[in-house]
């Protein structure tokens, strides 16, 4: 059973930054794309960032291009999300999630239904 713990997530006022991170129990985890993705309250969960295995390729929300990066750490089965200019828009909990038939693929993942483990996810308000 993979398993995913999200950190870095709390308050910060608009205009602000922060930088979440994701680490994976996955021993597969370097071979695997990655996502993050949102859900503000009474709303759909969003993608918000993919990355492939070998960080090659990434893929972002319009919502956040620009704003946030997504990025990994292979050796420490970690991945990252640098979330810069944040809007009150932005509040919501933050998911991360393995794509793991994207196994070796260049191809970032960007639809739910390419993501099966998740993880509990991580608050972030941003206050205007």
């Known amino acids: 059973q993979v398993q995913l713990v999200e950190s870095g997530g709390g308050l910060v006022q608009a205009g602000g930054s922060l930088k979440l991170s994701c680490e994976a129990s996955?021993?597969?985890?370097?071979?695997?794309?990655m996502g993050w993705w949102r859900q503000a309250p009474g709303k759909e969960r969003e993608f918000v960032a993919g990355i492939t295995w070998s960080s090659e390729s990434t893929g972002y929300g319009d919502l956040v291009k620009g704003r946030f990066t997504i990025s990994r750490d292979n050796a420490k089965n970690t991945v990252y999300l640098q979330m810069n200019s944040l809007k009150p828009e932005d509040t919501g909990v933050y998911y991360c999630?393995?794509?793991?038939?994207?196994?070796?693929?260049?191809?970032?993942?960007?639809?739910?239904?390419?993501?099966?483990?998740w993880g509990q996810g991580t608050q972030v308000t941003v206050s205007a």
């Open positions: 996955d021993p597969n985890f370097k071979n695997v794309a």
């Open positions: 999630a393995t794509a793991s038939s994207y196994r070796g693929s260049y191809i970032t993942p960007t639809k739910k239904y390419e993501f099966d483990y």
